[in-house]
């Protein structure tokens, strides 16, 4: 072998400027050094791995080709996005990846200049980019603005909108659609790649430009045939008619993994274009790492792994996941009432609804990236006398909340609300916290809220949803495992509105929403054995609330705290205006106050270590009580356990 062949290129590259400094002949093996790289440090981290494989290719390809920073690189979601920082700077890091303190798991616009646009959610590029794109005309630059988004992203509307926009505005765009999984490609082979090379050409596009003049001169009946023509003659040999329809010049499909077909293609792209261009690369999810090309879902998100075996480490379970429970629960539901459907967006593993798809296949609907028709779907349901969960993640479920407002909540429809990932996530960090459903959807009339304190509550809640009929109803749950507690044999429904208490108390009452019950209860055994006897109750619903519990632990106790897992405007926010309502705080003697996640962006770090930060922990809960009653400088004293 070649003794500068087996040096290790990746080496010497820290930025894109060293990569472009080497020869083209290279970048074969950088690519391949590079996949290396990413399989290894994901190896150690976890994380999102089939996706960022199958662009190795494309990322060594774009950085090369275009003057990244100063050209402007979008990755739609982010989660292929591995490669990328390895090559740009963050190589020494990249086994930090969605550690605590470490690099985040998606693009971030304060962790590298390289990252123009911070993503998380999917279906922004396009949008972002053309705001980029325009900004640049404005202000009479020359850049490049790039955006790779994935096929399942355009799925979602939003891609679509963004598409129509640049179409009309015309702004010079590159936009690179990762055709890796719904094979909406015809054959990318030799033939295609060379195709795609001629069309995107400087030669073609001028002998195309010079032929639409003389067009122009023609009568508008022949001109306008002789331009559909043309785009009918490239849409039968290389697809695209759709985007061509939407205003972009549509270049390929190319084999996303071959070097010598993107290379000319995209410096082609970069040198011609005039105005928005989508180039179509066909890649493999997993590529080049046999575990991964032979998984059902490509390894899109692992744990730890074997390199050699591609096993995975599994953290021994001591209890149910609350998505596994909410999977079975709603399966013996929908056992007993055919009129139980169910609908997720582009989620159905991590929902758990690929169970309930086993179970009954022509009752379950996956809508693709699509909250906002997923929701409005659902209520279309709920006309019909159908009962629809709709099963999406506190985070994403913000996609969709018009519609759950206009479609869902003002006609009172029976939408039933599965908001899986309530609270804080852990490694996927901010962008994935379920912080703001609380506040967004207790605001509503007519909304029923619930939030289940362990696996056996949810159970209750999903009979509870399954036979409420008088409207919309929502209900929340974490990401992870339960606490381990007894499982019911059957869900029973709850009263609507009605709280319990779990340990009674006389002198501080602790009203917890959610599953810190649990952190709840370890506080009230602190406190005991501070000689302050206390009360711990659950909630269970955030709306409507139970006014004559709140009316019990007012009167009963000299201090009232509000526990949930969320922002300022949900939970507590309510109980205190009820309670204000109520006459409660005009009697004095009673201090109340709201525990809920600081009003701050949370990194990634174990979610344990995140309550503790955000204070909503036992230690945490502790230390509020005593600060109410002025006992602070037993905190200050280190006296909390």
């Known amino acids: 072998m070649n003794q500068t062949k087996a040096t290790p290129l990746l080496d010497r590259i820290e930025t894109p400027l060293d990569l472009r400094a080497l020869p083209p002949a290279d970048l074969r093996q950088v690519a391949d050094e590079l996949r290396q790289e990413t399989i290894d440090a994901v190896s150690v981290t976890g994380g999102h791995l089939g996706a960022g494989l199958g662009v190795v290719e494309l990322t060594v390809a774009l950085h090369y080709i275009f003057d990244t920073p100063r050209d402007r690189l979008i990755w739609d979601v982010g989660h292929q996005a591995y490669p990328h920082k390895i090559l740009t700077g963050r190589r020494s890091r990249i086994r930090t990846l969605r550690q605590a303190g470490g690099l985040s798991g998606f693009t971030k616009r304060s962790e590298s200049e390289y990252d123009p646009f911070g993503a998380a959610h999917s279906s922004t590029s396009i949008s972002a980019g053309l705001g980029m794109a325009v900004a640049r005309d404005l202000s009479g630059g020359k850049n490049n603005v790039i955006a790779v988004i994935g096929d399942g992203a355009m799925s979602a509307g939003m891609a679509y909108e963004a598409m129509n926009n640049a179409g009309h505005l015309h702004s010079r765009l590159v936009v690179i659609l990762n055709d890796n999984d719904m094979s909406i490609a015809p054959p990318t082979g030799a033939m295609s790649a060379y195709l ?25 009946f022949f001109y306008d045939k002789a331009k559909r023509t043309e785009e009918f003659g490239r849409g039968y040999w290389m697809g695209g008619t759709l985007f061509e329809e939407l205003g972009f010049y549509y270049v390929g499909p190319i084999d996303g993994h071959n070097l010598d077909h993107l290379l000319p293609i995209l410096k082609n792209v970069r040198d011609n274009s005039t105005g928005p261009v989508l180039v179509h690369v066909v890649t493999k999810k997993g590529k080049g790492y046999p575990p991964a090309e032979a998984s059902a879902d490509k390894y899109h998100g692992v744990n730890t792994f074997d390199v050699v075996t591609g096993t995975q480490a599994k953290a021994r379970a001591n209890a149910p996941a609350y998505t596994k429970v909410f999977a079975d629960s709603l399966i013996a539901e929908a056992t007993r009432d055919d009129r139980i459907v169910a609908i997720t967006a582009a989620m159905p593993s991590g929902t758990g609804l690929d169970h309930f ?24 349901l709920a006309t019909e006398g159908y009962k629809p969960f709709c099963a999406i993640y506190s985070t994403f479920l913000q996609r969709g909340y018009d519609q759950v407002v206009h479609d869902v909540a003002i006609q009172n429809l029976p939408v039933r609300f599965a908001m899986d990932r309530a609270g804080l996530v852990g490694a996927d960090g901010p962008t994935h916290a379920g912080s703001f459903d609380l506040a967004y959807l207790t605001c509503l009339p007519n909304m029923v809220v619930m939030a289940a304190a362990d696996e056996a509550e949810l159970v209750h809640m999903v009979a509870t949803a399954a036979r409420f009929d008088s409207g919309p109803i929502a209900l929340r749950y974490p990401r992870g495992e339960g606490v381990g507690v007894d499982m019911p044999e059957r869900g029973i429904p709850l009263e609507i509105g009605k709280g ?28 005991a054995a501070r000689g302050l006897s206390t009360t711990v109750a659950d909630a269970r619903f955030a709306k409507p609330l139970d006014r004559d519990l709140l009316r019990e632990l007012a009167a009963n106790h000299e201090v009232l705290v509000t526990i949930e897992e969320g922002s300022s405007g949900g939970f507590g926010a309510l109980v205190l205006q009820t309670l204000a309502d109520d006459g409660a705080l005009d009697r004095g003697g009673l201090k109340v106050r709201m525990m809920v ?7 990634q770090d174990k979610p344990e270590r995140m309550y503790a930060k955000a204070g909503l922990d036992a230690k945490g809960i502790v230390h509020k009580v005593l600060e109410t009653l002025g006992r602070g400088e037993e905190v200050e004293r280190g006296m909390i356990a």
């Open 357 to 380: 798809g086993k179970a009954f296949p022509a009752r379950t609907f996956d809508v693709g990236i699509a909250e906002q028709h997923a929701v409005t779907f659902a209520a279309g």
């Open 196 to 220: 795609a090379r001629l069309v995107s050409s400087h030669t073609y596009r001028s002998i195309r430009e010079t032929a639409k003049q003389l067009a122009r001169r023609l009568p508008k």
């Open 597 to 603: 996640l600081p009003d701050v962006w949370l990194d």
């Open 500 to 527: 319990r208490i779990v340990r009674q108390g006389t002198r501080v009452a602790l009203l917890s929403l959610g599953t810190r019950l649990a952190e709840a209860l370890k506080a009230a055994e602190d406190l």
